[in-house]
C-alpha cells in the first residue's frame, strides 16, 4: 500500500510542475523567463528566480520548474 501512495505522489507531482509549467510557458518553447513567471506573479523577484534557475541559463526548465513547485517557491497556477 506504501508503494501505492509513493507512486501516487510521485505522479501527482511531476503533473502538478508540467501544469505549472505549461500555464507558464506562453510562447511554448517548454522554458519559462522570469517575464514569463512574472506575467503571472507580478511581483516574483528575480533574485528568487536566480535561486531556482539552477543551471544559469535565465530560463526554467521542467526539472528546476518541478523542484521549484515542488518546494513552493513558485506556487501553481490556478
Known sequence: ???ARFAL???LAGTTASFAQDALD?????LVSL????AVYADFAA???AQV???GDGLLNGDE????????MIPTPE
Not at 506562453?26 to 517548454?30: A, I, L, R
Not at 517575464?35 to 512574472?38: K, R
Request: charged residues 30%; without cysteine.
Open 47 to 49: 533574485e528568487d528566480f
Open 65 to 72: 520548474m518541478a523542484l521549484a513547485t515542488e518546494s513552493g
Open 35 to 38: 517575464a514569463e513567471l512574472q
Open 9 to 11: 505522489a510521485v505522479l
Open 26 to 30: 506562453t510562447d511554448g518553447d517548454g
Open 1 to 3: 500500500m506504501k508503494t
Open 53 to 55: 534557475d539552477i543551471d
